[in-house]
């Protein structure tokens, strides 16, 4: 499990929703490097660590007792690998941040630089300016808004769920447009996005790379309902939650996203799955 996405209607009751899938939650050494975005009082607040996790640097991240103290209705957490560059910077750290906006995305953490330069070309001038490094979630991040702003979008509060798929799947052609001629060595990953009040999770299509034409796509990712239950042990209606993960394995509620797609969650917690490009 490298990324993970939650919301939920009660924000005081997630630990509890959690708790029952809390392997899910786990994500395997080495980690280079961990972060947490989530939303409080309407802010977006970030929690990251640019370190390796355990004294070698191979121990296992729990993001649950990371989670458990936190008391908000939406958190991307993202779980590096070890690189080949590694930056122990806290800007190279995932999530990412722009305004109410939020990012984290798996796979590389660096784009390669000729493609780097590229695609940055593509972002205004204004969104330019808050660029601190090289990253490729960070990158993605500043496409995504460029595409919003274009929307006219970037700002409402109450953004359609067609325009931010719309913008997404404009994003992730972009980047991989940008990769392909590179081959496989950098190729965009899931991507986990809220605006504060909904949450989205594109996973992209599978393209065939190199001579051998091997599929390479986003990780595999699910999708699951969460639930709480009463003092008689009953399911609380009250309480809605959903959680997107790479570490749910299909059954027990779990439904694995397929490549091409995009998960919506919206502010009452509506789920929806649909191609990312249509």
């Known amino acids: 499990m490298s990324l993970l996405a939650c919301m939920c209607n009660q924000p005081q009751r997630l630990a509890e929703a959690l708790a029952p899938v809390r392997a899910a939650l786990v994500a ?11 939303i ?4 977006v607040l970030l929690s990251r660590t640019p370190r390796s996790v ?7 991240l ?70 601190r490094g090289r990253s490729a979630g960070e990158l993605t991040l500043h496409l995504l808004v460029a595409a919003l702003h274009d929307h006219g979008g970037l700002d409402d509060p109450n953004l359609p769920s067609p325009v931010v798929r719309r913008a997404l799947a404009d994003t992730l052609a972009l980047l991989a447009g ?18 504060s009040r909904a949450l989205w999770v594109a996973r992209p299509a599978a393209e065939a790379a190199g001579a051998a034409g091997a599929a390479i796509a986003g990780a595999p990712i699910y999708v699951r309902r969460l639930q709480v239950h009463n003092d008689r042990g009953q399911r609380d209606d009250s309480f809605r939650g959903v959680l997107v993960t790479c570490g749910l394995p299909p059954g027990d509620g779990a439904e694995e996203v397929p490549a091409g797609s995009l998960v919506s969650v919206s502010r009452d917690l509506r789920v929806d799955l649909a191609p990312l490009a249509a």
């Open 178 to 195: 940008a990769a392909a001629p590179r081959g496989a060595a950098w190729r965009p990953g899931t991507v986990a996005v809220s605006n």
């Open 40 to 43: 409080h009082g309407g802010e």
């Open 28 to 38: 395997p050494g080495p980690i280079a490097r961990w972060g947490m975005g989530y």
């Open 54 to 60: 355990g004294a070698d640097g191979d121990a296992e």
């Open 62 to 131: 729990d993001f649950f007792p990371l989670i458990e103290p936190i008391k908000s209705d939406c958190i991307i957490g993202h779980a590096g690998v070890r690189d080949d560059e590694p930056d122990t910077a806290t800007e190279a750290t995932q999530p990412f941040r722009f305004r109410r906006w939020m990012l984290a995305q798996d796979g590389p953490a660096r784009v390669a630089p000729e493609a780097w330069t590229e695609l940055a070309e593509r972002v205004p001038e204004f969104l330019r300016r808050t660029l």
